[in-house]
């Protein structure tokens, strides 16, 4: 399909330039609300001191991501994708070859809140990591194997809630494991903490 | 856009086909796992005894959804779309044309869980149902206008969590009111049944 064509040999170009340029990459895509953002600002407030930080957030409307993210300290670009429901590694390009990348050391890119278009577009990161959390249902990763499928990391947060969701946790990381052996998957909480460190450990950061 | 004018057109096909009928139909949207499922569930629990019931459940795989619906001892079809993120009108026509609706009085169709895709395929549906619920945070409503402008109802479910998840649910439903003063906003628990007969009045059944 001639999209995904062209979208795949941009990110190949992405992908050669931030590493030319010695930039971490990694693409974070998840359920609408799982808390990839959460997880952004727990990951950045980690490392920020030690790492200068680009975030780049995908939303199909409002700055509302990029403006959380920024209270950390860091430099964040909003792109709004409009109709689109995922970013492709057009819009990743068009940032990254008109951003002056000498000071950066890590990309963080937050993919639009989706659980399937995503997965016709990689960007050209070095990782991909798929966020779902245990509010949306012990069904959501057998619901949605495509991004898991193709993801290195996966992460199921919101672990916190376990004593008040009624959640088979369970069947969701043997449900991922089923769908993708090579999975490294990782229980979070962006709230308390839980399990951040080891998620930038699972990143080779 | 050629696919979404072919899309209106069938959708105005259906219509006339379900008026026809004299059939009650209903198009359920929203965010992955805000429970669109449980809340059909609720409803189906409390009017298959008046009334016989269709449901159409559009996932990209498994027939988890309609499989659950089943149990409420009503007639489910499951459609799989594969790599499509939403239904359109063409998957409802082949049901609604193929299938004996003479004993159906009501046609509830639980869409793909998507905030944005579902925007561009109207079903031919009397009304249109968005569901989100306040697990997914407080911005979700505000950055996933379109289906808010285009529905009917707006359902905020799993408010029995208020006391345990920290969203402040009145943003949420004044946004709502903003992107569109007409819609009917609920604030349910599929769970506990809180609000759902309040739902199933504001369908009009
Ligand atoms: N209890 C709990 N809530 C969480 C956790 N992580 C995120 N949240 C909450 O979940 C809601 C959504 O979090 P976000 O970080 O906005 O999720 P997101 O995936 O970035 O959402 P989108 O970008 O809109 O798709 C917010 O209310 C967060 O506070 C967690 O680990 N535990
Ligand atoms: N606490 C609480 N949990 C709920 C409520 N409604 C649904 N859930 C839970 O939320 C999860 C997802 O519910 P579903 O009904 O599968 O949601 P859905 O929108 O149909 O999900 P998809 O079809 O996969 O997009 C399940 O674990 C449900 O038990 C509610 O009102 N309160
Ligand atoms: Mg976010
Ligand atoms: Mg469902």
Redesign the interface.
């Known amino acids: 399909e001639d999209l995904i064509e062209n979208n795949d040999r941009l990110a190949a170009q992405n992908s050669k330039l931030l590493r030319k340029k010695n930039i971490r990459a990694f693409d974070f895509v998840g359920?609408?609300?799982a808390g990839k953002t959460a997880i952004i600002e727990s990951i950045v407030e980690r490392i920020s001191n030690e790492y200068k930080v680009l975030v780049i957030n995908g939303?199909?409307?409002?700055r509302?991501d990029a403006d959380r993210i920024e209270q950390y300290g860091v430099k964040t670009i909003q792109i709004n994708t409009g109709?689109e429901?995922a970013l492709n590694s057009y819009h990743i390009s068009q940032v990254i070859n008109h951003y002056d990348l000498s000071e950066i050391d890590i990309l963080f890119i937050e993919n639009?809140?989706?659980?399937?278009?995503p997965?016709?577009f990689i960007l050209g990161t070095e990782k991909r990591i798929v966020i779902v959390?245990i509010?949306?249902?012990e069904?959501?990763i057998?619901?949605?194997?495509?991004l898991f499928k193709m993801s290195d990391i996966a992460i199921i947060n919101?672990i916190d809630?376990l004593d008040?969701?009624d959640v088979n946790i369970e069947k969701m990381v043997s449900d991922a494991k089923k769908i993708n052996p090579n999975l490294n998957i990782i229980k979070t909480s962006a709230i308390t903490g839980e399990n951040i460190p080891k998620l930038i450990k699972a990143l080779e950061i």
Do not use: F, Q, Y
């Not at 939303?59 to 409002?62: E, H, L």
């Not at 639009?112 to 278009?117: A, E, F, H, T």
């Open positions: 359920a609408i609300g939303d199909v409307t409002t509302i109709r429901c639009v809140g989706n659980l399937i278009c997965s016709d959390s509010t949306e249902g069904w959501v057998e619901k949605h194997p495509m919101k809630l008040v969701i």
